[in-house]
């Protein structure tokens, strides 16, 4: 069963790092694309950036480029999202999904991440 | 970039209705554009993509269609467990974006 499983809840503060992961199987990783998407509180779903996992290939949405990086770890078929600095406009519901044909066919349940003083 | 004009943004409707969602795009999208369902507190579900291809396991009652710059996701007999809100997504060289969302109730 294709699956991706996503790191829990997280609580945190303006200004600290955040790293959250998105851990795949079932399928074979290097070969599709896997997409972030945000969905603030009650609001629509954003597109956030893709990672071809094979080469490490990362595409961001222009606003979200400078905001956060993106990355793989192919040893443990986990793709990470890292923010270097919260704002409290980061508080999120975050998903990952497997980039099929042009769509995400396959998501995680989300990372609720929430920034709060 | 491609701009995506998704409408309504909230409908209500009854069991057993014919329900239509529009997506329409600035420019041509040939037919990457996606259709996806999320029901409260749950993660999105593919419905449709490349337009008009239904995802496996989605019923036949959905279905896509495309005329030039506009798609459309239409519901052919409202079933209790589709109000949910609706999202049309576009995907161009490697980048995405998601319709603003159409919610539907009862």
């Known amino acids: 069963e294709v699956q991706l499983v996503q790191s829990g809840a997280e609580v945190k503060r303006p200004g600290e790092s955040l790293r959250i992961s998105c851990q795949a199987s079932?399928?074979?990783?290097?070969?599709?694309?896997i997409g972030w998407v945000r969905q603030m509180p009650g609001q629509g779903l954003e597109w956030m950036a893709i990672i071809y996992p094979g080469d490490s290939d990362t595409r961001y949405t222009p606003s979200f480029q400078h905001q956060i990086s993106v990355s793989v770890d192919k040893s443990i078929r986990t793709v990470s999202l890292q923010w270097w600095s919260l704002k409290t406009s980061d508080t999120a519901m975050y998903y990952c999904a497997i980039l099929g044909a042009g769509a995400f066919d396959v998501w995680g349940r989300g990372t609720l991440v929430t920034v709060s003083s | 970039d491609i701009q995506l004009t998704q409408s309504p943004s909230s409908l209500s409707a009854s069991v057993g209705d014919r329900v239509t969602i529009t997506c329409r795009a600035s420019?041509?999208?040939?037919?990457?554009l996606a259709w996806y369902q999320q029901k409260s507190g749950e993660a999105p579900n593919l419905l449709i993509y490349?337009?008009?291809i239904l995802e496996s396991g989605v019923p036949s009652r959905f279905s896509g269609s495309v005329s030039g710059t506009e798609f459309t996701l239409t519901i052919s007999s409202l079933q209790p467990d589709d109000f949910a809100t609706y999202y049309c997504q576009y995907y161009k060289e490697f980048l995405g974006t998601f319709g603003q969302g159409t919610k539907l109730d009862i």
């Open positions: 079932g399928y074979n990783f290097t070969n599709f694309w």
């Open positions: 490349k337009g008009v």
């Open positions: 420019q041509s999208l040939s037919r990457w």
